[in-house]
Each structure stands twice: as C-alpha cells, then as structure tokens.
RNA sequence: GGUCCCAUCGUCUAAUGGUUAGGACACCACCCUUUCACGGUGGCGAUACGAGUUCGAAUCUCGUUGGGAUCACCA
C-alpha cells in the first residue's frame, strides 16, 4: 500500500466527476457571484450583516447570485444552532440568500452542499491529487516541535512560519512518512509551496486597489489531523466550484491573498475578484480595535433586536458607512427602496469606520418618520412581543387610543416629528397617556415652574377649566390661552415679552406650559391641543384640577 | 520583530495638482413657533508633523509620529 493510499484507504471521488457537477453558472454578462460564508460560533456579529449587506448588494444589483456557506470546519468553536441564527438574522435583514440553508434549515442551491462539513470527500479528493502530484506532504511535527521551530527563528531573528529549510516533514521519504502513518502518529497535510519570498507580487483588490506582497513560501496546512480542511484551502475549493466571483470578506484576509492567489493557480482555476471590506470598529482609550464579541453588546445583532432598532434603520445606517453618499441619494429619494441606490464597492473606503450611535439614531428615526402611524404602531407591538410583554399587552387592550398617540404629528403634517428611534423608546413616549402610568404631586409640578408662575397657576387653571370646551378647535383654544395670558399679564408671544420683559409676568409659553405639565408631567411634549384630543376631557380635566 | 496597510472637522466622509477644503450626524445661535420637537438660516470645527517636487500640494515623493491588520492543525 503506498503512502498515499495510506492516507486516503477509503475510495474518493475523482476531481473529474466533481468538476462535472459543479458546472459553470450559466449567467448574463457581468453578474456577479458573491456569497456569506461565517462560521457558526454561534454569535450573529454586526460585521457579518455589514459584508452580507455588502455581498448581497453587489450580488443581486448585477443580476447574480448571493449564496450562503457554513464555514464549519472548526468542530472545536461549533455551536448547536448557530445555523438558525445565522439564517434567522440574514432573512430578518432582508439578506436572505439565494442558495444556502434557508430558516427551516432546508438547503437550496445546485452548488451544496453548503455545510464545508458535508464536503469533506471534495476537498480530500483534490488534496489527494496535490499528493499525487507531489505538491503536498504530509507533516508529523507536533505543537511543541512547531513551537521549538518558531523560538528558533526568534532568537536568530528570522522570519516565522513553517517554510525553507524550518519545513521539517518535506523532505521526508515516503518510507519514513509511512512508517510514522503505520506507528499511528498524527499528522497534517501541507501545501508544498513554491513560492519566492523574494519576488513581489501584484494583487488587485477592488476596493483597496493595488497591493504588492512578497510571494508566499508557507507550507500551510491545507488538511488538519481531524482530517477536516483549514480555512485556505477550502476557501479555494469551494469559491472555484460554486463559481463565486467576487470575494467579498473582511480585510483581515488581506494577508493571506498571496497564499490564495498561489493555490488558486496551483489548481489551475480562474482566480477571483477580492474585495477586502475594513472593519467597523470602535475607539478604546486612545486607540481603535474593531468591535468585540466579548466587549461590546453591540457588536451582536441581538443587540439590535433587543433594543428595538428597526432592521431597515440598521441598514440604511450600514449602507451610509459603506458609501457615503447614500445619505444624499437618500435625500434626493426620499421614500425610495434602498435597493434602488447604486452601490459601489470602490466607493468604500479602506480604512475602517467608527460605528456612531448617534448617527444611528438620527438614521432610524428618519426611517420611523417615514412610517405611518398603524406602521409604526404594528412594528412597535411586534417589537414588544418578544422585548416588553407588558407593552405589548398595554397597546393590545388600547389598540386605536395608541394608534391616535402615535398620530399625533405624523400623517398628514409638513413635517413630522421625529422621536423615536428605537422601539424601546415607545414605552417612555405613550407613558403619560396612561392613568396608571402617571403621576405627578404637586412638588414635581411646581418645581418646573418660574416663581411668577407658581403664584398665577391656580387662577389660569380656574380661567382654562371655566371656559373648557372639549370641541374646542385648535385656534379657538389657543385664543383661550393668550386670554388667560393676557389676563394675567403674560406677554402674546416670545417677541413681546423679549422686547419689555419688565412689562410681563412671562410669556405664552409659560402659560402653556403649566398645562403641559399638569397634563404631561413634562416640560417637553408633541403639540398639547394633540394630546388633550386624544386623551379626552375626562382626563385632562382631572390632571388639570388635581391641584385646585 | 517581519510583512502589509491607513492618516481631512468630535464622528462618517467629499474634494482623482488650482475649491473661501464641501456635505451629513452631534453641538451652539437665530428664525418659525404654543414649550419641546420638526423645519429653515447661520456658526463652531479638519488636511498629524517635517522636508522635498511644483508657479501652485489635502492631493505626488521621502522621513517622523500615531494607528490598524496579520504572522495557528481558528476562521
């Protein structure tokens, strides 16, 4: 038995019959494959969304494909039922792929399976041909041999890795290597590498341009002893069989494009375009580092869901980082579909961004404002299903008195109000519309109140509940108010009483406010005739009077 | 340490040898106004530093400084 078959006694398929089953793509001109391949560790990161979004964009925008693969070769890091989230997160976002494990874990596609788990007969038959062909050996150095190596190249100061004359297992016969195999030592296969150090290399990335590198020397491990590929190698093999075009993964790939490049051509295969997308990253004491698992709760999706941001804020937020000059085309359109904004991968910019709360928000609630109320109100519940049960309950039982709630300045205004960023928000902004979810004694109420208005708010409160007219209109009411101002000598408008503050007591503003407090309990409300509409006499009355 | 990369307002960025260095978020002021918000107008605020090339540099070159990525049987 040779070494070879030593290595790989069971029978494989020939690389012939799998070249014959994953046939070119047959696509128009210029469509682009591109694809999500995270590994299920179980954690859905914000990044992972950044680059789907990213590949899905460039994908579907060209009239191509946008497929899923499970990069699950690392057994040791799996986690049961991170598919499911991955999948779960991708349709939540509107990522959906087009090949892939769907939600239900149903896999569709000509090109699977889509698990590299599943594909192991594929990669060992090409690792085979590599034997074959004497471009790869098998390595018994253990951890503490490849440790010894690397403390040597340390001290004499040369440069790491397993490559030259520190490649140990290269030269072995196949004798020998049999005869370790037969003994039961375990082993790795490398990748004979020819490369020269010394030569540069080119490489074109569509979104960090021309890049030299030295050629790669490495023997890299291509088969681990679980006998299961590294990343690299199945990298090569699955992007060349599953026709990707475009590669589309984060810039920590960058360094390793030499390796890539060499084995693709190695293979004989058609080298892909790379595009190497930056981080999104986050400021820590002086300096940046990308947002962290471990760190950072906002580096996972839930995060996200939890807090009630809207998929399409988180988005149209993701998409403004990428290309900066969507926030114009958002501008110019409006209330277009996002997937309508032409999106560049050279108009990425390679270095990476801090990701912006702030920005965030001032995004979302763009895309709340453009929500109609029964919108806002089925995805605030929807929300609030999972997230806040008691909110959920509350806006069930009041159905039209929270829709009326989240009426007020919305539809038919010039411009909207624009409050709410995240559906968590929605408990604070209804809570005062609540009875049982306000409250106010008269210390918090007078302490908001200017000294002049401590002392006059009991008469304006006996003017306005005198005259009360529930029909009122809105013009008719604030004809009340400046009547009660005038009375009591508050100046019509900021103008006049800014003109001869001595002259007054306060303003109309002031007068207002007492009863935006009393019916509120804060001094910052949407528009109060609003509110008391939509409240109704009952109770703007009793809050009204609670202190008379 | 080796290799590679990056550097414009606080943040995201525009300006591919000639601009008063533009916009957005945030902040401030004013206007509108019934407080707040929305909206409008304006303001604050940047080419990391040092040389060089050039009539002219954010832009090209070199250096300095700062920062990032990577150097696994992880992806």
């Given amino acids: 038995m040779s070494l070879i078959d030593k290595i790989f006694p069971d029978p494989l398929p020939s690389v012939e019959e799998i070249e014959k089953k994953y046939a070119p793509r047959a696509l128009p001109e210029g469509a682009k494959v591109t694809r999500i391949a995270p590994s299920p560790t179980g954690f859905m990161h914000i990044g992972g969304i950044y680059s789907a979004l990213i590949s899905e964009r460039i994908a579907h925008q060209s009239g191509g494909v946008f497929y899923l693969r499970i990069e699950d070769t690392d057994t040791k890091r799996e986690v049961e039922g991170a598919t499911d989230l991955i999948s779960s997160s991708l349709g939540a976002y509107g990522l959906a792929p087009d090949e892939g494990v769907d939600v239900s874990g149903v896999e569709h596609g000509n090109y699977g399976p889509y698990s590299q788990s599943c594909r192991r007969e594929i990669y060992q038959a090409y690792i085979k041909k590599l034997l074959e062909e004497g471009r790869a050996y098998p390595c018994f150095s253990t951890v503490e041999e490849l440790e010894r190596i690397r403390k040597g190249q340390e001290v004499r100061g040369e440069r790491l890795g397993y490559y030259g004359s520190w490649a140990l297992s290269r030269g072995l016969s196949a004798e020998e290597a ?3 195999i037969d003994a039961g030592i375990p082993y790795v296969i490398r990748y004979k590498s020819l490369g020269d150090y010394n030569h540069k290399i080119t490489v074109n990335d569509t979104i960090k341009g021309k890049r030299e590198f030295p050629d790669n020397d490495l023997d890299i491990v291509i088969m681990k002893s679980d006998r299961l590929p590294t990343y690299h190698f199945a990298h090569v093999v699955d992007d060349h069989l599953m026709g990707t075009t475009d590669v589309i993964r984060g810039d920590e790939w960058m360094p390793s494009l030499p390796l890539h490049i060499q084995l693709f ?20 004491g002086n300096s940046k580092r990308k947002l962290s698992k471990r760190k950072d709760p906002e580096a996972s999706v839930t995060f996200y869901d939890e807090e009630g941001y809207s998929h399409e804020a988180v988005v149209e937020y993701l998409l403004n980082l990428a290309n900066s000059n969507f926030e114009d085309w958002r501008k110019q359109n409006p209330s277009a579909d996002y997937h309508d904004f032409p999106f560049s991968l050279k108009k990425m910019n390679n270095s990476g961004a801090l990701f912006d709360f702030t920005k965030l928000n001032s995004v979302s609630r763009e895309v709340i404002g453009r929500m109609s109320a029964d919108e806002v109100f089925e995805r605030a519940h929807a929300w609030a299903k999972t997230y806040d049960v008691d909110l959920a309950a509350r806006m069930e039982s009041n159905r039209d008195y929270v829709r009326s709630i989240f009426n007020i300045e919305r539809e038919g205004v010039r411009n909207v109000r624009k409050d709410i960023s995240k559906w968590s928000d929605v408990k604070e902004e209804i809570r005062y519309f609540f009875d049982d979810q306000f409250s106010l004694n008269r210390e918090a109420f007078e302490s908001q109140l200017s000294d002049n208005l401590r002392k006059d708010w009991p008469e304006m409160v006996r003017l306005f509940a005198e005259g009360y007219n529930p029909e009122e209109s809105k013009d008719e009411w604030f004809g009340r108010m400046l009547e009660i101002a005038a009375g009591l000598g508050y100046a019509r408008n900021g103008k006049e009483y800014k003109a001869a503050p001595e002259n007054f007591r306060g303003d109309i503003s002031d007068v ?13 409300s949407p528009d109060l005739y609003s509110i008391m509409r939509v409240m109704g006499p009952e109770r703007v009355l009793k809050r009204v009077n609670a202190f008379s």
Wanted: net charge positive; aromatic share 8%.
């Fill in 265 to 284: 051509r190695e293979m004989g295969w058609k080298v892909p375009r790379y595009a190497h997308i930056a981080p999104i990253q986050k400021m820590d």
């Fill in 512 to 524: 207002v406010k007492v009863f935006r407090v009393l019916i509120t309990g804060k001094t910052q």
């Fill in 178 to 180: 049999e005869a370790r």
